[in-house]
């Protein structure tokens, strides 16, 4: 069983930033694929970003430029940039997990486990 907590939402202004960070338990953090989805009130939660093992990067269209993704091995956690944040941003984040090799990373059934999320605010 893989643990993940997501940390670091709150309130913040139109323009602002910040970075989420989200760990994961286990020995074996650097072979795990890590994704950040997000769900807007009365939306569908959506994927944002992905970080393969490899180290590869996979972002939705609209948010390349002003989210960035990456990971620390070391501190098995991985962290979300978020710039220029808009207050269509507001929802909240959840951050994913999988160890199993897929041909494809975002989508959410690509991901064993998953965090309880965490509220992002942006205030007009």
């Known amino acids: 069983q893989v643990h993940v907590v997501e940390s670091g939402g709150g309130l913040v202004q139109a323009g602002g930033s910040l970075r989420l960070s989200c760990a994961a338990s286990g020995r074996t953090f650097s072979t795990y694929t890590m994704g950040w989805f997000r769900q807007a009130p009365g939306k569908e939660r959506e994927f944002v970003a992905a970080?393969?093992?490899?180290?590869?990067?996979d972002y939705v269209d609209s948010l390349k430029g002003r989210f960035t993704i990456s990971r620390d091995n070391a501190k098995n956690t991985v962290y979300l940039q978020m710039n220029s944040l808009k207050p269509e941003d507001t929802a909240v984040y959840y951050c994913?997990?999988?160890?199993?090799?897929?041909?494809?990373?975002?989508?959410?059934?690509?991901?064993?486990?998953w965090g309880q999320g965490t509220q992002v605010t942006v205030s007009s």
């Open positions: 970080i393969a093992w490899s180290g590869g990067r």
């Open positions: 994913a997990a999988t160890a199993n090799r897929r041909s494809s990373y975002l989508t959410e059934d690509a991901y064993n486990y």
